[in-house]
């Protein structure tokens, strides 16, 4: 078995890379996600290591003093980052020349040739289901037999060989926890929604949803949502909250944990018998039924993408959601006491000043206890991506998604919407949702019952205004 290394590369100060991210970039206060999908293949190859460089402040002189100690390296890499990582992979090479070294993710997953092409220094690219080819990998096959890879052989050519059949039982999939505990300092991941410290997992992969803007279920996830059996999961849970008792909280990050409502019923009710308390991602469509069955069985928070408060704009992204379905949702989280993370997408094929006035509107009046503003994104492989080369609504100077200290940036430009007017549109959203009487009594309220709240509010806030002065200062 090769001596592996599942490296999350260092990047962008602050930078938050993890697959869990579904934007990959500085955020507006400092967050990271854990790196489950190198956890998936560490958990997989026997005797590997994951580092995971940004949250652990690890800089590229750090990782390059590791390389002589490995055989294989494995980077999770993303559109924003790749530059930074391929820089990376040939650093760890010119340390040691006979490292063999490539890249998973979705970037690579959906452009392997070009990929390839960036730098003789990459190796190998691997694309959907790449928990099992880096398997093999490090068990010595021949590159050549391995389904899912794209790589170089002796003589530089670049081969890509069959696509790995998808992974129909996944309960086949090791628990990532183990992995966590023994490579990470938990403490080092945080989320500004989220109670500290927390853990998330996946119990699935996959999502029904066609959103044109969403990267993993077009890229590397797929359309069908397969997942874990419910004990497989409640046995991780039960491991992990024993391994970790100073968990206050589990995120399942499933893009829609919510897509299969009985299970989602069924894992409620034995994580209730555990007495953990947790959140997933979910649509805003969940009936209040099942709203209160997870409520009643330790659920939290629901972390929601309501995109946009505009009918048309829901449509354009084939987001498969009702304004008033949503109010409703809403409504029914806030009576039964389910704190929401409201995300909202600005930028979106459609999107006027006029739409932008009315998703402001729309979240104020929802109301929910967090929110996020992103700018679209086009990843290469999405259906927004082919919809902006096609319109000439992508230039090329903003094709990386972020600038040069890994903030985004607003990639996207209509003939009546500038990309600095939808940059500056994001400011305006946090100020107007954030500045309201009642909003700012509400989390002076939540600081006052918690001074450990308090400590953490108060450097959010720093950070929070720290970043917006930056961005302020780019749009310039």
């Known amino acids: 078995m090769m001596r592996t290394l599942c490296l999350q590369a260092p990047s962008f100060d602050g930078f938050d890379g993890g697959a869990g991210s579904r934007y990959q970039a500085r955020r507006e206060i400092r967050s990271y996600w854990y790196p489950t999908w190198l956890a998936q293949v560490a958990a997989v190859v026997p005797g590997s290591k994951l580092i995971d460089a940004v949250p652990h402040r690890l800089a590229l002189s750090d990782i390059v003093r590791e390389a002589p100690h490995y055989d294989l390296a494995v980077l999770h890499t993303s559109t924003p980052s790749f530059g930074s990582d391929v820089r990376v992979i040939e650093a760890l090479k010119a340390a040691n020349p006979r490292l063999k070294a490539g890249f998973v993710g979705a970037k690579v997953a959906v452009e392997p040739q070009a990929s390839l092409e960036r730098s003789p220094a990459i190796d190998f690219v691997a694309g959907n289901e790449f928990d099992f080819t ?184 084939r987001k498969g959601m009702r304004i008033d379905v949503a109010r409703r949702f809403t409504k029914d989280c806030h009576e039964l006491g389910i704190a929401i993370h409201g995300t909202f997408i600005l930028g979106l094929p459609g999107e006027s000043r006029e739409t932008i006035e009315e998703t402001i509107r729309f979240a104020t009046e929802i109301n929910p206890h967090t929110i996020q503003v992103s700018l679209a994104a086009p990843y290469p492989g999405t259906e927004l991506y082919r919809e902006a080369l096609t319109h000439g609504w992508l230039d090329a100077a903003h094709a990386e998604l972020v600038d040069a200290h890994g903030v985004q940036i607003a990639p996207l430009h209509y003939p009546h919407l500038s990309h600095t007017e939808i940059f500056e549109s994001v400011d305006d959203f946090y100020r107007r949702f954030y500045f309201r009487a009642p909003k700012i009594a509400a989390i002076v309220a939540e600081m006052v019952r918690s001074p450990e709240m308090m400590v953490r509010r108060l450097r959010e806030g720093v950070e929070f205004f720290a970043f917006l002065r930056e961005r302020r200062e780019l749009a310039r």
């Open 134 to 317: 880096i398997k093999e990998i490090a068990e010595g096959r021949g590159w050549n037999t391995i389904t899912g890879l794209s790589y170089r052989d002796s003589a530089g050519t670049i081969r890509h060989n069959p696509p790995r059949a998808i992974l129909e039982n996944m309960d086949e999939l090791p628990f990532v926890s183990p992995v966590y505990k023994r490579d990470l300092k938990i403490e080092n991941y945080f989320i500004g929604y989220l109670k500290h410290p927390y853990l998330s997992l996946y119990t699935g992969r996959g999502c029904k949803s066609r959103c044109t803007f969403c990267l993993w279920p077009q890229t590397v996830g797929g359309h069908r949502y397969r997942t874990r059996s419910v004990g497989n999961v409640i046995d991780e849970i039960r491991w992990a909250r024993d391994a970790f008792p100073r968990v206050k909280e589990f995120f399942f990050d499933d893009d829609t944990f919510t897509d299969d409502l009985p299970r989602t019923q069924a894992i409620a009710r034995e994580l209730g018998k555990l007495g953990v308390t947790w959140s997933c991602n979910a649509k805003a469509n969940v009936p209040r039924d099942t709203l209160r069955t997870m409520r009643d069985n330790g659920l939290r928070l629901l972390l929601v993408g309501y995109e946009s408060g505009n009918q048309q704009i829901l449509h354009n992204i």
